[in-house]
């Protein structure tokens, strides 16, 4: 298979035309077979352009389309009659005699089948085949499936497929469920084959078609026993650029991931503030847009803090109640869109680039306490929520948790903990150097008070004694439950290093590595990148 990559869809579409029109000025009475769908359109408005100008004559070339609809009248604004006359052929000089569908209103589907293979074959077979692909590997409408039919028959359609067209619909009840199409070995009895694949949409598939073998699963990949197919596509469906979205609370995070795994774009924008879940989202597709108009993106992922649950995410620090985030986000941004919590997708990051390993515990200390668990390589999720490791009970009937819960981890181990307990004890100690800084600043911060303990406040000693009692005790109940490789800690705190990691080394009791994050604040945007 050749393949030809396009900067943009324009040229893709020129490229086409002009393969099309080559093709009939050297053969004037060429047999084309022609596909509709989006991606065609473009190339349609060249030929006809051409047409105009006297570039190509079409008055002796014969069509045979892919397939169509069934049933569906011609009338019908969604036919591929329809389509074809719209795009093409009331604005060429083709011969209308010359053209040829398959009628969406025949009452003996099996024999219109029969026969349109026939007349391909007194024609004298299609010399140039124009394809578009599904999402899902189709070509014309030969859906995924164990056994694919190799003559022009009547197929029934995936829900990818009614899904992926009912962008053309009113509603996806109305699209219909069933067509007629060329099958495989009609498809592959052509000359040449052209396939046009265009957008981020399309590079899960294209990938799949270039680099897998060939499967009835992905029926395009039929298309490697031909021998004169040539790939049209454009960089966005070709280029596995990945642009990676971690939110948090005060800014939001962008990064682009190149096919190397390298971060080749960076930017950051404050999190909006008082608005809706809608308004929300656009802010992010607006700016994911802008980047993808800079360079061609093929995936979005996106790191989110809450709960997500079927889809919906909750997160009370966001303006995202139940919110279907990354659908909303697919939709407007026409880019292929996975949502993953927050401290899942940091884990994945220092899975896969940071601490490399394929079973790993992440634990993000800051307000409260998030998790990501690694295991084997992938992502655990349970249902959609697990890793929720500040709320399990590390003290029954202890503090209570905003949560509802008692005795939370994150209610001792976590960063306003710690905090909470060193302001208590600065209170308590005025003179102290604890007490000092506190009465300096007004309150007590990470900073402030790893630099009482730096300058060797024995009270600082006492809180940092505490705070890391039970950070051990709950890495030790973590270790016997998930068994890690290793256990990452990330988030502001992380920052201090050895002090931290060396205290919970004593403490803990296995010598299970546990080490600082090594992307610091990279580690989402590259997990949220690599979904
Ligand atoms: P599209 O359809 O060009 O609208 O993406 C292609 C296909 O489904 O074959």
């Known amino acids: 298979m050749r393949v030809i990559v396009c900067e943009d869809y324009n040229e893709l579409s020129l490229k086409a035309a002009k393969i099309l029109a080559s093709q009939v000025t050297i053969k004037p009475d060429s047999v084309l077979g022609l596909a509709t769908g989006s991606t065609p359109e473009g190339m349609y408005a060249n030929l ?316 993000t200390l800051g307000t409260g306490i998030g998790g990501g668990i690694i295991a084997d390589g992938k992502i655990y999720e349970g249902c959609g929520s697990a890793g929720e490791i500040g709320h399990f009970c590390i003290e029954y009937d202890g503090r209570p948790c905003p949560c509802g819960l008692k005795g939370c981890f994150e209610q001792y181990a976590s960063v306003s903990a710690l905090i909470a307990d060193a302001e208590a004890t600065a209170k308590a100690h005025p003179e102290s150097i604890l007490g000092k800084k506190l009465e300096q600043n007004g309150f007590l911060n990470g900073l402030t008070f790893f630099d009482a303990l730096d300058e060797g406040c024995p009270f600082a000693k006492e809180v940092f004694e505490r705070y890391t009692d039970y950070l051990a005790a709950g890495i030790n109940s973590l270790k016997n439950i998930f068994d890690p490789e290793i256990i990452v800690l990330s988030g502001g705190i992380s920052a201090v290093g050895d002090v931290l990691t060396h205290a919970l080394s004593q403490k803990v009791n296995s010598d299970i590595p546990i080490k600082t994050s090594i992307l610091q604040n990279d580690a989402g945007i590259i997990g949220a990148a690599s979904l």
């Open 48 to 363: 006809a352009q051409m047409n105009k100008d006297g570039e190509v004559d079409f008055s002796d070339v014969t069509t045979f389309n892919l397939d169509e609809y069934y049933p569906i009248a011609d009338e019908n604004d969604q036919s591929y009659h329809y389509f074809m006359n719209k795009h093409l052929f009331s604005k060429v000089n083709i011969n209308p005699e010359n053209i040829n569908l398959l009628s969406g209103t025949t009452q003996s589907p099996d024999e219109e089948c029969a026969a349109y293979d026939k007349k391909i074959k007194n024609a004298g077979g299609i010399d140039l085949q124009v394809l578009g692909i599904g999402k899902n590997g189709h070509i014309g409408f030969n859906e995924p499936e164990a056994n694919l039919n190799a003559k022009t028959h009547l197929t029934a359609l995936t829900q990818s497929t009614i899904k992926a067209n009912s962008r053309f619909f009113e509603n996806e009840s109305d699209v219909p469920t069933h067509a007629l199409t060329m099958g495989i070995r009609s498809i592959l009895l052509s000359r040449k084959i052209i396939l046009l694949a265009s957008g981020a949409g399309k590079h899960k598939v294209v990938k799949e078609l270039l680099e897998g073998g060939i499967n009835t699963h992905i029926p395009a990949t039929m298309l490697k026993v031909h021998r004169d197919v040539t790939l049209i596509c454009d960089k966005a469906a070709y280029y596995g650029m990945k642009l990676g979205v971690d939110i948090g609370g005060t800014e939001i995070k962008f990064g682009v991931l190149n096919d190397e795994n390298e971060i080749i774009y960076k930017e950051s924008k404050p999190t909006p503030k008082s608005i809706t879940g809608n308004e929300f989202a656009k802010f992010i597709s607006d700016a994911c847009l802008d980047i993808a108009g800079k360079m061609p993106i093929s995936t979005l992922g996106v790191g989110t803090p809450g709960i997500i649950s079927n889809g919906l995410v909750s997160s009370v620090n966001l303006p995202l109640d139940n919110f279907p985030l990354a659908q909303t986000l697919e939709e407007s941004t026409h880019i292929p869109t996975t949502v993953c919590n927050d401290a899942t997708c940091a884990a994945l990051g220092e899975s896969l680039l940071g601490c490399k390993s394929k079973n790993l515990l992440l634990l």
